[in-house]
């Protein structure tokens, strides 16, 4: 399991700085936040690619009523759109999620160069927490990977989120059904 701040693949390294880094996730965290105004789990996502922009996305899984409508997947699906190719090379992705077995497969496939995500995700996290899919050297293509970044701030956004949707369940629980 990666330990938070450990990072993978010590042959690999980071183009970027601390702050670099933050302000990225701090446009995802934005990202995260159109998904809960729409009541969607509050997960986002971007793409970067010599110092731009290029894709963004957030859940809309509820919306679309589609398992596979997570943000990583509208970010790398935006992001190719835009360079007119699949190949991500030299890109770096952020997430505020540490991305599921799905998303980092897609990473690994559109050869996302680094991938930095939020907080940790013990229950479903792909990227060090219960396989690690991008730094599989088995693989012919892995990412430099880092966690942790804005990690309170990423966790607090989904932990905030849940704790209002059971209290919204709870409360509809005791109201009486009209007939």
């Known amino acids: 399991m990666l330990e938070f701040g450990e990072v993978k693949n010590v042959e690999k390294s980071s183009s ?23 009541g969607e789990v509050p997960i986002g996502a971007i793409v970067v690619l010599d110092g731009k922009v290029i894709g963004a996305g957030h859940n809309l899984r509820e919306h679309d009523q589609d398992a596979t409508a997570h943000a990583e997947m509208f970010a790398i699906r935006q992001a190719c759109q835009n360079i007119e190719s699949w190949r991500l090379e030299r890109s770096q992705l952020f997430v505020t999620l540490e991305p599921c077995p799905m998303c980092s497969g897609a990473m690994q496939l559109a050869r996302v160069e680094e991938v930095y995500f939020g907080a940790y995700d013990p229950k479903g996290g ?18 430099y990977v880092e966690g942790g970044i804005l990690s309170t701030a990423c966790g607090q956004l989904l932990t905030d989120f849940f704790r209002e949707l059971r209290k919204k369940r709870k409360a509809a629980k005791k109201s009486p059904n009209p007939l």
């Open 126 to 143: 792909a990227a060090g927490s219960l396989m690690e899919i991008l730094t599989d050297e088995r693989f012919n293509h892995w990412s």
């Open 16 to 38: 970027l700085t601390q702050e670099t880094k933050e302000y990225y996730m701090q446009l995802a965290l934005a990202e995260a936040k159109k998904a809960q105004a729409i």
